[in-house]
């Protein structure tokens, strides 16, 4: 190796990566060139941090427990939506907004526009149901199902409630099971319990 | 399952810094943000129908070389923007030394400036080389060489 190679070397090596700035443009131009599929970033709740992802229609995913899951929540919507997926924390001041009141205990309905594609079939019918149980009530899988059109699906109401793409703005937590123990929760029981009793209902 | 190409932010966060370095060596730092911006608009646009077992690294700095010849087409039309100021201490002088180095290696013809670019800054194998810039292995060491050859007259200097 002779002088310039190695300059060569050195002055590639003191060259700096990419400017944070850059890649914020880089978000920015995506969306504008109409390429930004998927956003998503993590939120700090009361419930611990949560992941959420939005694409142009709305509001596609929420997940619980964001440390742990962080990659395989990016990997399955690049899988499931798109890979035009990136992490864009400047576009969730609305979504931030409304759950910041929810957990404040001023906001009774979220208005996000929300993407159901992670959703199907009968499934979805149990979700926009659940959607509709008003805060501070709740309901049983069994009305869950019955209301989506077939009353002996219950275990496949709880299966839908269980895969619930948007938890919390779409209100799985108002489910119990008939008799009123709480079932399970995406977000473990305790999240359950604590989201009923802000709202009032427990 | 087969196997999903990565989410594009994990592809970003891969590449990023060498497109971007490849970009300072070969249309300097005043060009290369914008280089890197249109080139990344691109990958992104083409991602989806990527394969999955493509050579993402080689992928996206071919489409970063293009770029770069683009630039230079429409740079040459225009007059040569102001360095940038130089930096103070004692970087300065690995900064006005690196400065002329890129200045060099930017008059060199696209295809050795490419080439010379991604075997030193890119530490890229001569193969790859010849799969970015479009030409045989041979050829692309050929590249190299003739680019060094010219780099070190000029460093000479």
Redesign the interface.
């Known amino acids: 190796m002779?002088?310039?190679?190695r300059?060569?070397?050195?002055?590639?090596s003191?060259?700096n990566?990419?400017?944070e700035r850059?890649?914020r443009?880089?978000v920015d131009?995506?969306a504008d060139?109409g390429?930004l599929d998927v956003a998503y970033t993590s939120l700090d709740t009361p419930v611990g941090e949560v992941m959420v992802a939005s694409t142009q229609r709305g509001l596609v995913r929420i997940s619980f427990g964001a440390s742990l899951y962080r990659d395989h929540f990016?990997?399955d919507?690049?899988?499931r939506v798109?890979?035009?997926?990136?992490?864009a924390p400047s576009y969730f001041d609305c979504v931030r907004r409304e759950l910041d009141e929810y957990f404040e205990g001023k906001r009774t309905e979220f208005e996000l526009p929300l993407d159901w594609s992670l959703t199907g079939g009968f499934g979805r019918r149990v979700l926009k149901r659940t959607a509709r149980i008003p805060y501070g009530e709740t309901s049983t899988y069994r009305e869950m199902a019955t209301a989506a059109g077939n009353v002996r699906a219950v275990r496949a109401a709880g299966n839908a409630l269980g895969a619930n793409p948007l938890p919390l703005v779409v209100p799985c937590h108002r489910v119990l099971r008939t008799g009123g123990a709480l079932g399970g929760y995406g977000g473990g029981p305790e999240v359950k319990e604590f989201l009923l009793k802000l709202e009032g209902a427990l | 399952m087969s196997v999903a190409i990565p989410p594009f932010q994990v592809f970003l966060q891969e590449h990023r810094d060498h497109v971007y370095r490849f970009l300072v060596a070969s249309v300097g730092p005043q060009e290369a943000e914008d280089c890197f911006q249109e080139t990344l608009i691109s990958a992104l646009r083409a991602y989806p129908r990527l394969r999955a077992n493509s050579n993402l690294r080689g992928w996206v700095l071919t489409i970063a070389q293009r770029k770069a010849i683009d630039a230079g087409r429409s740079n040459s039309r225009r007059p040569t923007p102001l360095a940038d100021p130089p930096e103070r201490g004692v970087e300065a002088n690995d900064a006005e030394l690196d400065a002329e180095l890129w200045t060099a290696v930017r008059e060199l013809p696209p295809k050795q400036r490419a080439a010379v670019a991604l075997r030193f800054i890119n530490d890229l194998e001569h193969q790859e080389i010849g799969k970015v810039i479009g030409c045989s292995e041979q050829a692309a060491r050929r590249n190299v060489h003739e680019g060094l050859e010219t780099l070190r007259e000029v460093w000479k200097q």
């Open positions: 002779n002088d310039v190679e300059a060569l070397k050195r002055a590639g003191r060259t990566g990419v400017p850059a890649t443009r880089l131009s995506a060139h390429l990016v990997e919507l690049s899988w798109s890979p035009r997926i990136l992490e």
